[in-house]
Nanobody
Framework: QVQIVESGGGLVQPGGSLRLSCTVS????????MEWHRQAPGKLRELVAE?????????ADYVKGRATISRDITQNTVSVYLQMNSLKPEDTALYYC??????????WGQGTQVTVSS
């Protein structure tokens, strides 16, 4: 079992930046991948970025060049961050942190709202 807490969402103007944070505690040894997903109203949830156990990042095409995923590891927690720049109104969504464990089980955070609007 893992516990996931997200923060950092909010209202930002187009062209602005946000940094989302996700802190994970619990059975950390079994984590394979950490991900950020998003879901806009009326749309399917989609992967934004991921970082592997080895620290390799991957990004969806629509955020490449605008997003950076990073990770901090302590003895009791793992934190993953998503820095997003040059935000667009179409980036408005509920952003979820997800943890993938060996065996494929995925655990989700509660989500943090990002709204891009002038």
């Amino acid at each position: 079992q893992v516990q996931i807490v997200e923060s950092g969402g909010g209202l930002v103007q187009p062209g602005g930046s946000l940094r989302l944070s996700c802190t994970v505690s619990g059975r950390l040894f079994n984590i394979y991948n950490m991900e950020w997903h998003r879901q806009a109203p009326g749309k399917l949830r989609e992967l934004v970025a991921e970082i592997t156990r080895g620290g390799d990042p991957n990004y969806a095409d629509y955020v490449k060049g605008r997003a950076t995923i990073s990770r901090d590891i302590t003895q009791n927690t793992v934190s993953v961050y998503l820095q997003m720049n040059s935000l667009k109104p179409e980036d408005t969504a509920l952003y979820y942190c997800a943890v993938v464990q060996y065996g494929g089980a995925r655990s989700w955070g509660q989500g943090t709202q990002v709204t891009v609007s002038s």
